[in-house]
């Protein structure tokens, strides 16, 4: 149990659907991040949030929305996703600069 | 970019025998940090050294920064077949409020009895 739990841990939608990944932080970190882990690639990283303000947009399509309410809380809000899109969605945190916690991920799969 | 590219990207070996990884990058660096991930779960922080340090121990793991070659190694002494998994290691440069981190390909290992 790293305190970064993700949910849904599964979830399976067509490209016509719109969807959201939660993550949720128990450690008082400040900055949380998103990142995508495609099979044979390295880890993406998609989005950073430093006191619940963006400080990272690695290029990534507007079909991916992230949203952090707070410090405790991060979304990633999915719509019109394409199949290569299919992949393991990881959040992390950290209490600032150093070392990550990551949750479990959830697994995306699109139809 | 940053990203790290590990060494070999697959290793088998057995239990009691020693593991080492290697991890070359780019550009400089504030860290270098090594993960491991279990099939299909969020990685675990495994060790973290400083641009300025050259060598870190925790419990079996050993790791050595060069910055001069822009490379890292990691070593798992006395493996275990629970040491099974996939290796990263990840390159960091900070801003201050957070940690932006990139991650190589990874190397997986397999520990047999």
């Known amino acids: 149990e790293t305190g970064v739990t993700q949910t849904p841990r599964h979830l399976v939608m067509g490209m016509t659907n719109k969807k959201s990944l939660k993550c949720e932080q128990h450690?008082?970190?400040?900055?949380m991040y998103w990142y995508k882990q495609s099979a044979k690639k390295p880890l993406e990283l998609m989005f950073v949030?430093?006191?619940?303000?963006?400080?990272e947009n690695n290029s990534v399509p507007s079909r991916f929305s992230p949203e952090c309410p707070n410090s405790s809380h991060l979304f990633l809000h999915l719509h019109t996703l394409q199949p290569e899109d299919s992949a393991l969605y990881l959040c992390?945190?950290?209490?600032?600069?150093?070392?990550?916690?990551f949750g479990e991920g959830s697994r995306l799969t699109v139809l | 970019s940053q990203q790290g590219e590990e060494d070999p990207q697959a290793l088998s070996i057995q239990e009691g025998e020693n593991a080492t990884m290697n991890c070359s990058y780019k550009?400089?660096?504030?860290?270098l940090q090594w993960y491991r991930q279990n099939s299909g779960r969020g990685l675990v922080h495994l060790i973290l050294?400083?641009?300025?340090?050259r060598e870190k121990h925790s419990g079996r793991l050993r790791v050595t920064l060069d910055t001069s070659k822009k490379s890292s190694s990691l070593l798992i002494t006395a493996s275990r077949a629970a040491d099974t998994a996939s290796y990263f290691c990840?390159?960091?440069?900070?801003?201050?409020?957070?940690?932006?981190?990139?991650f190589g390909t990874g190397t997986r290992l397999q520990v047999t009895l």
């Open positions: 992390a945190s950290s209490p600032g600069a150093g070392e990550l916690f």
């Open positions: 450690l008082g970190h400040n900055a």
């Open positions: 949030y430093s006191l619940e303000e963006r400080v």
């Open positions: 550009t400089s660096i504030n860290n």
């Open positions: 050294i400083r641009s300025n340090e």
């Open positions: 990840a390159t960091g440069r900070n801003t201050g409020t957070a940690s932006k981190l990139t």
